[in-house]
């Protein structure tokens, strides 16, 4: 029963996205809407990752590696747009090429094979989200926004994707390195629980948030 929560996930991304195409009318311009079509996304990446297997007969690694490029390019693309420092911006431009050249670097050239996720990069794209958002969170508290950061959507999405990264890339790691014995009720259980926290902060961001400060 628990192994099977992870097969629950979609759900929670489906629930997230309807939530944000209802509150659609709060997100005044295509950066805010982005973050509508990521988490769509996130449902799309699911859905073929949960049938990867049956229409192709191989592993669905290679759809969650996919997702790994394209969601940590868009955090670092997102977190850009809302910096802002020219300095901090060029710096996040400097980590988006970065992660794409070496994800390509490390498809490519290292033999990663097709069954198994790129953790590198996983760890360099949180090692990038992670110190680009310590700079909008700076930048927050340091400006006019502090008394109303609550209710922008780019403070629940940062958060939320903090949220669920962070804790889970110890995990990660651990599994990698062979440092923890892979337990599939445990994966599982870890997976669920911090899509749910991830899900929680995006939906209450729709519901809380103000279209002022989502410009």
Excluded at 49 to 55: C, H, I, Q, R
Excluded at 128 to 138: A, T
Excluded at 143 to 150: L, P, R, W, Y
Excluded at 155 to 175: D, E, K, T
């Amino acid at each position: 029963m628990v192994a099977n929560l992870r097969f629950h996930i979609i759900y929670l991304a489906l629930f997230a996205g309807i939530v944000g195409i209802i509150f659609l009318h709060k997100l005044p311009n295509n950066k805010a809407k982005s973050v509508v079509a990521m988490i769509w996304f996130s449902v799309l990446t699911e859905f073929v990752g949960l049938n990867f297997t049956k229409w192709t007969n191989l592993l669905n690694y290679v759809v969650f590696n996919f997702y790994i490029l394209v969601s940590f390019s868009y955090y670092i693309f997102l977190l850009r747009k809302l910096l802002n420092s020219m300095k901090f911006k060029y710096i996040a431009s400097f980590f988006l090429i970065s992660f794409f050249l070496f994800f390509l670097v490390n498809r490519l050239f290292f033999d990663l094979g097709i069954n198994r996720i790129d953790t590198i990069s996983f760890a360099l794209g949180i090692s990038f989200v992670v110190f680009l958002s310590c700079r909008y969170f700076f930048e927050t508290v340091n400006s006019n926004k502090i008394m109303d950061f609550q209710k922008s959507i780019y403070f629940w999405f940062i958060i939320g994707v903090l949220l669920f990264h962070v804790p889970f890339l110890p995990f990660m790691l651990s599994l990698e390195w062979f440092l923890i014995d892979y337990n599939e009720n445990v994966l599982s259980l870890i997976l669920f629980f911090l899509n749910l926290l991830m899900y929680c902060c995006f939906i209450i961001g729709f519901v809380w948030s103000e279209k002022k400060y989502n410009y």
